[in-house]
């Protein structure tokens, strides 16, 4: 039978409470980010380089040319709550493989760009790009035309 003692003086309460608070913080920041590594690995095809560069190249792998600068860029917050127009919207995502649950409550970047090679020459189309970090998260292609207008994947060519 061993026999074993632990003599606790204040500096080794301070030591263990400094690696557990060191435990502590690295959770918040270690889990949330395993988190956004599984969200990657299922949409590895939709990694880019954040620059405008990318996001052309991207944009272009996907059959599309558009303008040399984005129409419109902005900052947004994905709701922690979809209403009907944000789960419908979710549907067309999930059908190019992408799932805008996962990015719910996040401040993500959206970019819009003016279609230049769309079949129907008559129609104004832009392309969107929601973009957190160096992935594409969700997109589409949409015409607001009143009397043709639509929305739709951006992998419809």
Do not use: C, H
């Amino acid at each position: 039978m061993y026999i074993f003692t632990i003599t606790l003086t204040k500096a080794k309460i301070s030591a263990l409470t400094a690696v557990f608070l060191f435990i502590i913080m690295a959770s918040i920041y270690v889990i949330p980010t395993f988190w956004d590594l599984r969200a990657v690995s299922t949409t590895e095809k939709y990694l880019i380089k954040n620059t405008e560069r990318g996001r052309q190249d991207f944009i272009n792998s996907l059959g599309w040319i558009v303008e040399k600068k984005p129409f419109l860029a902005e900052k947004m917050n994905i709701p922690t709550e979809f209403d009907k127009i944000y789960s419908d919207y979710n549907q067309l995502q999930k059908s190019q493989g992408l799932d805008l649950e996962t990015y719910k409550g996040r401040k993500i970047e959206k970019y819009t760009y003016k279609v230049t090679n769309y079949p129907d020459k008559s129609l104004v189309v832009y392309i969107n790009i929601f973009v957190l970090g160096n992935r594409v998260i969700a997109g589409d292609i949409n015409s607001p035309n009143l009397e043709n207008g639509f929305i739709t994947n951006f992998l419809n060519i």
